[in-house]
């Protein structure tokens, strides 16, 4: 027997069906939380530097554009905002009995590093190609060499101090914010649904649906159009599959990282012919993002074939007692997946860790309920 990324959260004896919500309950009030102390951490400074009207001129500038990468200190802000969604969920988890936190990671409860290194050859791959297009019509090549289409995207607008700090950033916090971002939506959100849904199929597909439904209408307030829209739900889309493939995060969060890092690095020097409004997607912005996921996915998925990758916890679910924990399970230390109680428990006749198949505990009080 093997579990699957989405049923993971069953493969410890603690789990019920009311701790995802408890989990999501933390996880929001813990959030919120650190939302007010980061607004007090940045606009207390700027009041007092500014002054009031400076105050209402950052909020403005705030609120009409969060992601602008031309402005440092409202673009850390944004994604300094986004980065405690990473803690939260971790401190949610934990709190709620779900399991060990590393299940979030992968089928084998850590971050599988060896494997990460493999994707850095699809990424790099997948780097060129976004790179390609992105600036394509950019630069122009003449007698003195390469330089920038000045004519095409005008001139920047930033300071060459303000240029570095802002790809510093962009660099140490970018990568924080979109592992944050695959923990909640392609982790937590699917492994949730996945674990409600007895069946292990359906429960896959309607956790892929949900988190990236979940995902793109959460972009709305952002003032995406309908081509960005179907943009992010694409992405979001493709990861999801690619989590499920890999029974891990390590290859979305590579891919949802050099996605945002790209753009910000680009728009960062502010060319004044460019619209940095990243909700004004189009059909052809569309299509790239379509394309460039689904190649990766691919690329992927042959690195995973090549090296033999895990795609699933080599164990079963852990059955559902209805009472306290019996004494040949290993008492409580049962609810640690590969604790005493995983090796010390006998197997069921179908290989289910559970208890014999002859005369046992199953039938009574402190038994076992049906497996999903």
């Known amino acids: 027997m093997s579990v699957p990324y989405q049923r993971m959260f069953r493969v410890d004896g603690r789990w019920r069906w009311w701790r995802p919500l408890l989990a999501l309950t933390v996880f929001l009030g813990f959030y919120l939380a650190t939302q007010v102390l980061i607004a007090v951490a940045y606009l207390v400074p700027i009041g007092v530097q ?26 850390s802000m944004t994604i300094v905002s986004l980065v405690v969604l990473l803690p939260s969920i971790m401190i949610a988890v934990r709190i709620a009995r779900l399991g060990p936190i590393g299940q979030l990671s992968s089928v084998r409860m850590r971050v599988r590093w060896g494997w990460m290194a493999r994707c850095l050859l699809p990424l790099l791959v997948l780097a060129l190609i976004m790179v390609g297009i992105q600036t394509a019509g950019t630069y122009t090549v003449d007698g003195s060499g390469v330089h920038w289409n000045t004519d095409a995207i005008g001139q920047s607008t930033v300071t060459l101090g303000t240029l570095t700090l802002t790809i ?37 597909v309607i956790a892929v649906l949900v988190s990236t439904v979940v995902f793109a209408i959460l972009h709305v307030p952002n003032g995406y159009n309908i081509w960005g829209i179907l943009d992010v739900g694409s992405f979001g889309l493709i990861a999801a599959i690619i989590v ?16 945002n890092v790209t753009i910000f690095v680009l728009q960062a020097p502010g060319w004044s012919k460019i619209d940095l409004d990243s909700s004004n997607g189009s059909a052809v912005g569309w299509l790239i ?21 895990d795609r699933r916890f ?18 409580s230390r049962w609810v640690r997946p590969g604790g005493t109680g995983w090796s010390g ?19 009574n009080a402190l038994g076992v309920a049906g497996r999903p």
Do not use: C
């Open 314 to 331: 080599p164990g079963s679910e852990a059955p559902r007692f209805r009472g306290p924990v019996p004494a040949w399970a290993g008492g």
């Open 168 to 204: 510093v950033l962009v660099v140490l916090l970018v990568p924080f914010q979109a592992a944050a971002e695959e923990y909640v939506f392609r982790g937590f959100l699917m492994q949730t649904i996945g674990a409600w849904i007895p069946l292990r199929k359906a429960g896959a």
């Open 244 to 259: 499920l493939r890999t029974g891990g995060l390590e290859a979305t969060i590579l891919q949802h990282a050099l996605n």
């Open 50 to 75: 500014r002054g009031p009207d400076g105050l209402r001129a950052f909020q403005d500038q705030l609120s009409s554009g969060a992601l602008d990468p031309t402005d440092p200190v409202v673009l």
């Open 345 to 363: 428990a006998p197997a069921r006749s179908e290989g289910v860790a559970g208890s014999t198949a002859v005369a046992d505990p199953v039938d």
């Open 289 to 309: 993002t379509l394309g460039t996921s689904l190649l990766y996915w691919g690329m992927i998925e042959f690195t995973a074939r090549r090296s033999g990758l």
